[in-house]
C-alpha cells in the first residue's frame, strides 16, 4: 500500500481544478492549517462524505512503566481523532 504526501495532493488538486501548482500548494497548505488551528481551539469539523475531526481528551491516571514495573502518573492528555464517514467505508468494502 502506498501513501501520498502534501506535494502529491497538491498536483492532484492542481490536476483536477485547473489551478497552477503554487496555487494548488497554497490550497493543501492552507486547509491544513486551518484543520490544526480549528481543533486546536476545541473544534469539531465535519466534512460530509469524507469524515469528522475531533479532539478527545483521556482523563489522567496511572500506568506502569513495562522496563521495571514501576507505577507512573499518566497526565490529562488530547489526542485528534479523524472517524471515517460510513461512505467510504462502504466504497472501500464493495467489490
Not at 466534512?47 to 489522567?60: I, N
Amino acid at each position: 500500500m502506498s501513501s501520498i504526501g502534501k506535494e502529491h495532493l497538491a498536483r492532484i488538486v492542481s490536476e483536477n481544478t485547473g489551478l497552477n501548482l503554487i496555487d494548488a500548494r497554497l490550497f493543501v497548505m492552507a486547509f491544513l492549517e486551518a484543520i490544526k488551528s480549528e481543533l486546536a481551539s476545541g473544534k469539531r469539523i465535519e466534512l460530509r462524505g469524507l469524515g469528522c475531526f475531533y479532539v478527545k481528551e483521556y482523563a489522567p491516571g496511572r500506568g506502569r512503566n513495562p522496563r521495571n514495573g514501576d507505577i507512573i502518573f499518566v497526565p490529562r492528555r488530547k489526542k485528534p481523532i479523524f472517524k471515517v464517514s460510513q461512505l467510504i467505508i462502504n466504497k472501500l468494502n464493495s467489490n
